[in-house]
């Protein structure tokens, strides 16, 4: 599974901070919603289309909270 993009609310702390994630693999779209942090809990979305996918990463980005897209990480090949 390849992760495409990563957003972060900006805040920091287990109870403040939300993570969004898209990733794809294979022919299939997966949009992961993360409330606190790396131990947080997940919802998770998947989908045949890019498209579909977007539209769910933009209605979740929607809000007060500024959101900040992160760079994915590398391979660890690199």
């Known amino acids: 599974m390849e992760q495409r993009k990563h957003w972060w609310n900006g805040k920091w702390g287990r109870l403040a ?46 809000g007060t909270d500024t959101w900040r897209e992160l760079s994915p990480r590398p391979p660890t090949s690199w």
């Open 17 to 62: 901070r939300r993570d969004v994630f898209l990733r794809v693999d294979a022919d299939r779209w997966h949009v992961e919603q993360r409330a606190g942090g790396s131990e947080g809990v997940s919802r998770f979305y998947e989908y045949g289309t890019a498209e579909e996918a977007e539209e769910t990463v933009r209605a979740l980005l929607q």
